[in-house]
């Protein structure tokens, strides 16, 4: 780690804390030992609409906002749902107006979350040097109106091509930012290319980190028994056969036709857990398919452990040839067989997985898995997740975050 020349502070633009382990908070959950984060949670990015998983997430949201205001961190985001939040950080929900289509929307949530932050950063220690993180192209509008010193914008995504959001607006917001930005950093090689053609400079390129010892049983021993019966009690009941297992949020990326070759083939059980954004609709109807809803981020290797093939089937989209899928390497970890789309951001590990571009080889692929599992070579190359941990991750991260203006 860098020695620290001066009282660096963090504000951190992201998803909401505890609400999934986004690269964000792998990153943030390791810096925040050495540095005091403000962590501010933020409305969707999505419009939201009429069914019941958005207004769920509405009034969790309106509540936040209208509950009192916490007197630590460590009770700070617990006011919706029970997450545990470092010492030396502090989470806040500043009031946001869903949308940023105008420039009234805009204005609006650029004042209110520019006086929550600047309210909760408050006067500057002596010698205090104040850095912030985004992950969001909705902070564009920000940038000049807080009292911090830097900007980095660590890029993970392509939302101007994500399902359901409005593209045009986030490419506009996003042009801004990398424009304005101090520092880039981006997951995957083509984001940095996309970064360019945004106006921005030269990046940061920072893959995904893994948590070894989370995924690859090591916490997980004979004392976890109970819990994988139960697991499989809720997840896998009544099933008979081998397990096919994706863990993600279930929306429009997924390939139903692969995952229709793969049903009609009747290898297996299909099991999608995760939470669900308009999907297509034939998709629970398909003969083998199961979704049973979200598991814990702590239940998930062992349900990889109970799972015979674990399979990634992305449509190959603009949004997929951005990404580097958070799962791949957790996937990798796991010990399990994997079969993938051929995705750019995960091809450097070609030789540790099967990864695929086309419907028959992803079925013939799991065929071949379920009955030879992992081969030697593939454990072999796997290895290399050693040089991959978050605690690695964030050193890299660090330097360029905290390093010197050049």
Avoid at 252 to 264: E, F, G, I, V, Y
Wanted: glycine share 8%; charged share 20%; net charge neutral.
């Amino acid at each position: 780690m860098l020695a620290q020349p001066v009282k660096q502070r963090l504000v951190i633009f992201s998803d909401d804390w505890g609400r999934h382990p986004s690269s964000c908070q792998h990153l943030a959950a390791r810096l925040v030992k050495r540095y005091p984060v403000l962590w501010v949670n933020t409305i969707g990015m999505r419009a939201p609409s009429l069914n019941r998983e958005d207004i769920g997430k509405a009034l969790r949201k309106i509540r936040s906002w209208l509950g009192p205001k916490p007197p630590d961190s460590q009770d700070a985001a617990k006011q919706d749902h029970q997450v545990v939040v470092p010492p030396n950080m502090t989470v806040i929900n500043p009031r946001m107006w869903p949308g940023f289509r105008t420039s009234w929307q805009k204005k609006l949530n650029a004042r209110w979350v520019s006086q929550a932050v600047n309210a909760a950063l408050g006067p500057r220690q002596a010698g205090e040097h104040r850095t912030v993180i985004t992950t969001l192209p909705i902070t564009a509008d920000l940038i000049g109106r807080l009292d911090v010193d830097r900007w980095v914008y660590y890029c993970v995504d392509d939302f101007s091509v994500w399902p359901g959001l409005d593209g045009g607006v986030m490419r506009e917001m996003e042009s801004q930012q990398v424009v304005k930005a101090d520092r880039l950093v981006a997951v995957s090689e083509n984001l940095q290319q996309r970064l360019i053609e945004l106006g921005g400079g030269e990046s940061t390129l920072l893959t995904h980190g893994i948590d070894l010892d989370h995924w690859s049983g090591r916490k997980h021993q004979a004392a976890d028994d109970a819990r994988k019966a139960e697991l499989a009690q809720q997840y896998f009941a009544d099933l008979s056969g081998p397990i096919l297992l994706f863990w993600g949020l279930i929306d429009p990326r997924l390939d139903l036709t692969w995952l229709q070759a793969l049903s009609q083939a009747g290898l297996g059980n299909i099991v999608l857990i995760g939470p669900q954004q308009s999907p297509d609709a034939s998709l629970a109807s398909l003969p083998g398919v199961r979704m049973p809803g979200a598991a814990a981020y702590n239940d998930l290797p062992l349900l990889a452990q109970l799972a015979d093939v674990l399979i990634m089937p992305y449509a190959d989209l603009p949004v997929t040839r951005a990404m580097q899928p958070l799962k791949f390497k957790e996937y990798l970890a796991t010990g399990k067989p994997v079969v993938a789309r051929a995705l750019p951001g995960i091809i450097d590990w070609h030789d540790a997985s099967d990864l695929v571009n086309d419907q028959d080889a992803f079925v013939a692929s799991v065929k071949h898995r379920l009955t030879h599992g992992v081969s030697d070579g593939q454990g072999i190359a796997r290895q290399r997740l050693a040089m991959e941990t978050w605690d690695h991750k964030a050193t890299v991260f660090e330097q360029v975050i905290c390093g010197p203006q050049a």
